[in-house]
């Protein structure tokens, strides 16, 4: 467990004084960022209903060369939602019903839910202390000959170490499958998330670094096989319009979506600086004692979909942050082996289970000024002592 761990929460009658006059901070500020962007996302949807192509067409197919460009993958193929690109990932890698898949045991339960809707079964896998993210020391110690793919999770909009993860899977004979849903744009020792193993997936869920206004997806790779079978699973299994070549689904990316998408994309570096801007603002002001990653990549790397700090007392803190007007947020509050959902069978991993218990969320968004990162820090501080 971080050292944070060791920060407990104290309540107090200035802190009920200051809560009265804190102006509320969101978790995500989606507000300001249609304040920002609206009137060229609101064009965007015009634009599409005054086409008349409301399924595929061309916003989908822009969207999706201009994603496959900014990822720097060969392809691109738009789904319904970040969960469905995982599930035909799996599928167009070839996973078969009984094949075991590691994944870390912290990670949000659409990862789990992919790898049982593609057949696979879950094998859980701790993290490092020091990252959150999966550790390739727990992943060999948990394969068996029926594993046969690795999920490795880009989380908080921090990237996995993805030379180890790829040596582990070539010396193990698996598929890896990103879960990129956090890390659009992340990058690490000259790696894109998404592309490094043999295919990548992303969510654009509305509160993602790369948000839709409602719920999209994307899969990328630069295996042409792979990005074939994936646009042949996404839409009814078909080749052209009746020729249906195997039993697939429908899990197309909507064209409104993707226009939404397209005129984010245009301002998604500039908010990625923005995020790190603040992340570095509360890195140096907020006790170190708190602070989670101290790994050694590159901080200027990540790209801060979430800031995580780790303490002992976490609902408490999160009570005495609300009263203060910073709302916060727990990611995850369970470990999955813990859940009703996936207990029967449940490995053990002591790393994740710890992070659960300590780990909260604090505001990050493109919009934090220097008033909200000092409401943020000194409201920490009022809370904690060491």
């Given at each position: 467990m971080a050292s944070g761990?060791?920060?407990?929460v104290l309540g107090s009658r200035?802190?009920?004084?200051?809560?009265?006059?804190?102006?509320?901070?969101?978790?995500?500020?989606?507000?300001?960022?249609?304040?920002?962007?609206?009137?060229?996302?609101?064009?965007?949807?015009?634009?599409?209903?005054?086409?008349?192509?409301?399924?595929?067409g061309e916003e989908v197919s822009a969207f999706e060369a201009a994603f496959a460009t900014y990822t720097g993958a060969s392809h691109a193929i738009g789904v319904a939602n970040g969960t469905d690109a995982l599930e035909l990932a799996l599928t167009a890698?070839?996973?078969?019903?009984?094949?075991?898949?590691?994944?870390?045991?912290n990670t949000f339960v659409a990862t789990a839910e992919a790898v049982h809707a593609a057949g696979g079964t879950v094998r859980f896998v701790d993290v490092r202390a020091d990252t959150g993210l999966i550790d390739v020391d727990s992943a060999a110690e948990r394969l068996t000959s029926a594993t046969r793919a690795i999920i490795p999770v880009h989380l908080y909009g921090r990237m996995v170490d993805m030379e180890a993860i790829l040596a582990f899977g070539r010396s193990h004979d698996l598929t890896v499958i990103e879960d990129?849903?956090?890390?659009?744009?992340?990058?690490r020792g000259g790696l894109a998330a998404g592309t490094a193993g043999h295919a990548g997936c992303f969510s654009f869920y509305p509160g993602k670094n790369l948000g839709a206004v409602g719920d999209a997806g994307a899969v990328v790779t630069n295996d042409a096989a792979i990005a074939e079978r994936v646009r042949l699973l996404r839409d009814h299994g078909r080749h052209g319009h009746e020729n249906h070549a195997v039993i697939a689904r429908n899990s197309r990316l909507d064209p409104?979506?993707?226009?939404?998408?397209?005129?984010?994309?245009?301002?998604?570096?500039?908010?990625?600086?923005?995020?790190?801007?603040?992340?570095?603002?509360?890195?140096?002001?907020?006790?170190?004692a708190v602070l989670d990653w101290t790994g050694n990549a590159d901080p200027l790397e990540e790209v801060h979909h979430l800031f995580p700090i780790l303490v002992e007392d976490r609902d408490a803190m999160q009570v005495?942050?609300?009263?203060?007007?910073?709302?916060?947020?727990?990611?995850?509050?369970?470990?999955?082996?813990?859940?009703?959902?996936?207990r029967e069978g449940a490995a053990s991993c002591p790393v994740a289970a710890s992070r659960a218990r300590h780990q909260l969320s604090l505001p990050m968004h493109p919009h934090l000024d220097d008033a909200a990162i000092e409401q943020i820090v000194e409201g920490v501080a009022a809370c904690a002592i060491g």
């Open positions: 761990a060791g920060i407990r200035y802190g009920a004084a200051v809560a009265a006059r804190a102006k509320v901070l969101p978790l995500v500020d989606l507000a300001a960022q249609y304040a920002e962007v609206g009137p060229d996302i609101e064009r965007a949807v015009l634009r599409v209903c005054r086409s008349l192509r409301y399924v595929g890698t070839g996973l078969h019903p009984g094949d075991e898949v590691l994944i870390p045991a990129a849903a956090q890390a659009h744009g992340a990058r409104m979506q993707a226009a939404v998408l397209t005129v984010k994309l245009e301002h998604l570096d500039r908010w990625t600086q923005s995020r790190r801007a603040a992340a570095s603002a509360l890195r140096e002001r907020l006790d170190p005495a942050l609300r009263k203060r007007g910073v709302m916060t947020g727990v990611h995850y509050r369970h470990h999955l082996p813990s859940t009703p959902a996936f």
